[in-house]
């Protein structure tokens, strides 16, 4: 392993920039003449617009327009749209309502955009936005997902009867009930899988400019995939043709999911900019955010898993209803569907499963894929009826995990995936080890001590990541391949840029993608450069998220790095009159075999542009090769984390003393980036655990709009974890990678409710856990000492 | 935030003239109640009386068995003062939990009590410590200074210029946080001086600040958390919302003054 290759804990390149505050996100760019956008949006969660005035408001200092549904839909431009057909039992489409970007007649929930005001400054703007009348019709609101099929529930798109979008299954219904009949023991749960507002650091930004002289449009935008916003822009919404479209993300501040959609305001920005003539900024502050960024989960759940004398599980089914919000987002119908449903299997042998999904439309924000996606709702239900029965039947939640865990690989569960590679032993074994899981007991008693109820909590999760082979996808209703692309642009003096079409927002690859040229090529890291995030740049790619980077993204590179080393290898052949195939290339140098005649890398490169060597007619000068890269299957990280908590008896307080996270990524880039992902992962998957919800009042007022109501996770929520690994390579990409990115998230909710329901002796307990939530829960389990 | 006038006099007696002179305008002493709100344009006011620049309105003293702290005095300078760690280390120690760095060092003492947040630390220290308030025309004590939510006694055109702090043998303050704030879900503040013996409690009431007389009671026959087991106050007038019901509030009020009292004598509070 070299010191800045494959395996090596580099630094961040991005680091310096970051932390000292010399990133360029989209609100650090102004254009000149620059106008300045303010939405005017819905106060009610539910109302017919019954007339827009926008006389007076127009009438203000600085005002170039205020412009209303009905301009958009004058200017014929098209709605926002959901990308993944999901069809019913029945065989019916998803029901997916029409979207337009600023309100067609009615508001679907709070925050919805209205109207928009362009003024030359940001507060003439916002000024003018007070003046716009809007009378509303305020109609009966649903916010509940569980209430919004209920019979006489308030009806908000025509197209669905009942607020249901869908009412999807997977597997084999008649086969599990068969399962169940043969059970020696049944675990039931009810479970809520609370709703989460992103709050990446940088609210979403949208720029955009329209240039009459060309006709072309640029979008400065913070988004995870710009070439996907740009297709989606261009072929749907009808905005321009793809060639008369750039897309530009340049430093994105987190995303966590919420920044791969393509959303009303950046279309907007786009549009308006040719209505008034001008560049369009707008840029979220953290109150908008809360009510347009696409939340997070939201899951209502009834799970059985069924076992046998033994504690084998016979089978698991489950039926969920997912509340999609006002309409349906960029990706949302595969996130309790294709994301969901098809991790059920977990790390078990579970020889039939079936999940039912019904999505619908609630009068709430939109809700699509946040960090996991799916998968830790999936993993949250899978884990907590394991340890549940394992609690119910009176075994080691470990040993009965164990017991189950698949052994063979490749696997084929019954919901799809085929699981290529893992040691799901090894994994539980290290992490029991590092959390000393044999001292608990004794640890549980020192607790007792203080009057503090000691609990721990196992997750043992998978994930399905490296997303996706565009075949497979395919044939689920994706709209889209799911293949990534790679440029690797050899410059005379042998530095290299490299063009991704994934796009980083905090992931590192400026680093981890030089690591990976570094390793192959021979050069330092300083010399490799990473391009990304602008559609006139890269080549078509389809962005970052679901952990793809790695496995699908620095796949493609090594694709084209292939091709770099192929070409330079004949070119260092001429250079070095021998024979191609003589021609070896190690540690950034090409030698001729069995001599010791060899030329160095920047010799070949340089060579490969003066074309002084060979016969230009014959061999084509320049060193740039391209590559896509398409995926044979999903990537199947996974691993074991074990969470240890205290709670107070008085207050309901819960305090996480010790967490353990083992594990297996397949092959690691960079192990200081992997831990970063592991924390922050584990950090948002405590959050949801222990603090983050979003809570709505019977009218769709979001309660917790702001940092006051809405508990992000900080660091005295968090101990110092414990976080290692173990390998098995992937077997399905040429690094053997599997992806990193939302594990953290998937694995810890599962493990901190398991260990405080450990703790306190009652399974009744929904997250997030806070204080009074543990308290009600102790309370009701009438365990709580009559201190009072 | 929509515009204003900022006026920045020089003495409180100029302060005082151009607050009658505008009914609707705010002073500002700090400003991490005043300057959120009206970013979020909840709040207008036509002009804001800045108070940094009057001289002698911060600083901390301390004359035989009191203390008396300026109205601008910076939480963190409350924090951080030898004086207060000595003769109230409580009251130190509590400028310390209020909100993050940047608000203990604009936030004032000051403008916290005039502002009664219902969920603020101060409120509980003053009337918890039986504190006399002293304004640009009286002195007001604690227990008719906080008249309710956000609400006090001060008159219009009335200035806080110094609160005066009598020094307790004993006293301790027990912040349960509200986890998305940091304010206080519920604190109770507990003190013993001679016979006076207060139990304040902020974040829990519905109309604000309040004494638990109860708890003072059985406090007085002995000052140990013993006295207080078994006890506590009915829920009715508790806030109820999304971070917690009036009977967990109601609870921790009791949970909390034992762990205070605990915490005053020297013992751990559990």
Redesign the interface.
């Known amino acids: 392993m070299s010191a800045t290759g494959i395996g090596a804990a580099v630094r961040r390149k991005e680091d310096r920039r970051f932390i000292t505050g010399t990133g360029h996100y989209t609100d650090d760019i102004n254009r000149p003449g620059q106008v300045f956008a303010y939405f005017v949006r819905s106060p009610h969660a539910h109302a017919t617009i019954r007339s827009i005035d926008v006389k007076s408001a127009t009438a203000m200092p600085g005002v170039l327009a205020v412009l209303t549904g009905a301009e958009l839909g004058a200017d014929k431009i098209g709605n926002l749209i959901c990308g993944w057909m999901i069809h019913s039992k029945d065989g019916s489409p998803m029901k997916m309502a029409a979207h337009p970007a600023l309100a067609n007649g009615k508001a679907c929930h709070v925050g919805d955009p209205v109207a928009v005001v362009l003024a030359t400054t940001l507060a003439q703007a916002r000024d003018a936005a007070e003046k716009v009348k809007v009378e509303y019709a305020v109609l009966p609101a649903v916010t509940d997902p569980a209430a919004a099929q209920k019979q006489g529930a308030p009806q908000i798109h025509d197209v669905a009867a009942n607020n249901t979008i869908y009412q999807w299954h997977l597997g084999d219904a008649k086969a599990v009930d068969a399962a169940f009949k043969s059970a020696n023991h049944v675990t039931k749960l009810d479970i809520v899988n609370n709703r989460l507002v992103p709050n990446a650091i940088e609210p979403r930004a949208a720029i955009g400019d329209y240039d009459s002289g060309t006709g072309t449009f640029t979008l400065w935008n913070t988004t995870q995939n710009p070439h996907v916003a740009r297709l989606v822009i261009a072929a749907f919404v009808g905005m321009a043709p793809e060639n008369k479209l750039r897309v530009i993300a340049p430093d994105v501040g987190g995303g966590f999911g919420s920044k791969i959609f393509i959303y009303p305001e950046e279309v907007v920005a786009l549009w308006a900019s040719k209505r008034v003539g001008r560049p369009v900024k707008w840029v979220a502050d953290r109150s908008e955010a809360f009510l347009c960024d696409a939340h997070g989960r939201d899951h209502v759940t009834h799970a059985e898993m069924a076992f046998d004398v033994d504690g084998k599980i016979l089978g698991l089914r489950a039926k969920t209803i997912a509340n999609l919000g006002a309409y349906m987002s960029t990706f949302s119908s595969s996130v309790p569907t294709y994301l969901y449903a098809t991790l059920m299997s977990g790390q078990y042998e579970i020889p039939q499963i079936y999940c039912e999904v019904d999505a619908v439309y609630t009068n709430t924000v939109p809700v699509d894929a946040y960090r996991g996606a799916g998968r830790p709702e999936a993993t949250f239900v899978v884990e907590r009826l394991v340890e549940v029965g394992a609690r119910e039947m009176g075994q080691d939640p470990a040993e009965l995990r164990r017991r189950n865990f698949i052994k063979k690989f490749p696997h084929q569960t019954p919901v799809i995936m085929n699981y290529d590679a893992g040691d799901y032993n090894a994994s539980l074994k290290k992490a029991m080890d590092l959390a000393d899981y044999k001292g608990f007991a004794k640890r549980k008693r020192d607790s007792a001590r203080n009057g503090k109820l000691r609990g721990i909590g196992f997750s043992t999760y998978i994930e399905a990541c490296g997303i996706a082979p565009s075949q497979a996808v395919g044939s689920l209703g994706c709209g889209v391949g799911l293949w990534e692309s790679a440029e690797v642009r050899v410059n005379p003096t042998g530095s290299v840029e490299i063009l991704t079409g994934c796009h980083a927002h905090g992931q590192g690859h400026e680093t981890t993608f030089a690591q990976l040229v570094s390793d192959r090529l021979g050069i330092p890291i300083d010399n490799v450069s990473v391009v990304h995030g602008d559609t006139d740049k890269v080549q078509f790619g389809m962005g970052t998220y679901g952990s793809r980077s790695g496995a699908v993204g620095m796949s493609a590179l090594v694709k084209a790095l292939d091709k770099v080393e192929a070409k330079a290898k004949k070119v260092a052949a001429h250079l070095l009159e021998a024979a191609e195939g003589d021609i070896e290339f190690k540690d950034g140098k090409f030698s001729v075999a069995g001599t010791d005649k060899s030329a160095a890398w920047g010799d070949v490169t340089l060579n490969a542009y003066i074309a002084h060597k060979f016969a230009g007619q014959e061999l084509e000068p320049g060193l740039k090769e391209g590559a896509f890269y398409d995926p044979t299957n999903f990537t199947f990280p996974a691993g074991c984390h074990i969470c240890e908590v205290e709670v107070d008896i008085e207050t309901g307080n819960t305090e996480i003393v010790a967490w353990t996270a083992v594990d297996d990524f397949g092959v690691v880039i960079n192990p200081m980036i992997v831990e970063g992902q592991v924390h922050g992962g584990i950090a948002q998957g405590v959050g949801q655990a222990l603090c983050e919800g979003a809570v709505y009042d019977k009218e769709g007022q979001l309660l917790t709009g702001s940092f006051m109501d809405y508990c992000m996770p900080r660091a005295d929520h968090l101990p110092s974890m414990n976080v290692d690994t173990t390998v098995t390579k992937c077997p399905s990409n040429p690094l053997g990678i599997k992806g990193c990115g939302e594990a953290g998230a998937i694995a810890a909710p599962a493990a901190v409710i398991n260990a405080i329901t450990d703790a306190i002796g009652t399974e009744d307990l929904t997250m997030p856990a806070t204080s009074s939530a543990v308290w009600l829960a102790l309370q009701k389990a009438n365990r709580m000492p009559h201190a009072a | ?1 929509y515009a204003f006038t900022f006026h920045r006099p020089q003495t409180v007696r100029q302060a005082a003239s151009l607050l009658a002179k505008n009914q609707e305008a705010k002073l500002l002493a700090g400003g991490h109640t005043l300057l959120p709100t009206m970013k ?2 909840l709040a207008g006011p036509p002009q804001l009386i800045d108070l940094s620049l009057i001289d002698g309105l911060a600083g901390i003293e301390q004359s035989g068995r009191s203390l008396t702290i300026g109205a601008m005095t910076r939480h963190n300078d409350v924090n951080t003062s030898p004086v207060v760690q000595q003769a109230i280390p409580v009251l130190a120690k509590l400028a310390g939990m209020i909100g993050d760095p940047a608000v203990r060092h604009m936030g004032t003492i000051g403008g916290s009590i005039a502002n009664n947040d219902p969920n603020a630390d101060y409120p509980a220290a003053c009337l918890g410590l039986g504190v006399t308030i002293v304004t640009n025309k009286r002195r007001i004590k604690a227990d008719e200074f906080f008249t309710g939510m956000f609400s006090t006694a001060l008159e219009p055109a009335e200035i806080i210029t110094k609160v005066s702090f009598p020094i307790p043998k004993k006293a301790a303050y027990q912040k ?1 946080r509200n ?3 940091r304010f206080a879900l519920v604190g109770v503040f507990v003190s013993k001086r001679g016979s006076d013996i207060r139990v304040a409690v902020t974040g829990a009431g519905s109309n604000g600040v309040f004494r638990v007389s109860s708890f003072e009671e059985a406090l007085k026959k002995r000052f140990s958390p013993k006295s207080l ?4 106050i009915p829920a009715d007038g508790m806030n109820s919302d ?4 009036a009977e ?1 509030r109601a ?2 009020v ?2 909390l003054a034992r762990r205070a009292v605990a915490e005053a004598i020297g013992k751990s509070a ?1």
């Open positions: 935030m979020l344009r349960f986890q998305a704030s087991e078994g006890m506590t999304i971070h917690g019901s967990y609870h921790l009791g949970v559990a």
